[in-house]
């Protein structure tokens, strides 16, 4: 037990500087702008090709809205953002004719407990 424990603590004590190391601007290997380029080129790279992946994905991916329109996702921020509010302000108007509805019920309960025959037809 105290074998695999000190395995584990000298496994990990080895691998955090070199972790640590990956990207260090003092990289001897990256010491000339011929390195710092072809590096750079190859981030770029990386960066398309996940991107390329991503917009892939994302295309492909379809949404309804309840009001019936069904429209890709290209990542439209400010037409989602509109949709968004929109929705928001929709729950917030039926929040509250929802609370003004069981406000009413509530009214008529206590009406129709205190004997008033007229509320208990709700």
């Known amino acids: 037990m105290k074998i695999s424990l000190l395995l584990c603590g000298a496994t990990i004590a080895a691998l955090v500087p070199a972790a640590a190391l990956v990207d260090d601007p ?3 290997s990256m010491r000339n702008a011929e390195a710092r380029a072809r590096d750079s080129a190859v981030t770029r790279r990386l960066n398309r090709q996940e991107n390329a992946r991503v917009l892939k994905r994302g295309v492909t991916w379809r949404v ?3 009001g019936g329109r069904d429209e890709a996702v290209d990542g439209d921020y400010a037409a989602a953002a509109q949709d968004h509010e929109r929705d928001m302000a929709d729950y917030a108007r039926n929040r509250a004719r929802y609370e003004r509805d069981m406000a009413d019920w509530r009214h008529a309960v206590a009406a129709c407990r205190a ?3 007229d509320a208990c037809d709700n």
């Open 64 to 66: 309804v809205r309840g």
């Open 26 to 28: 003092r990289d001897p």
């Open 115 to 117: 004997g008033d025959d």
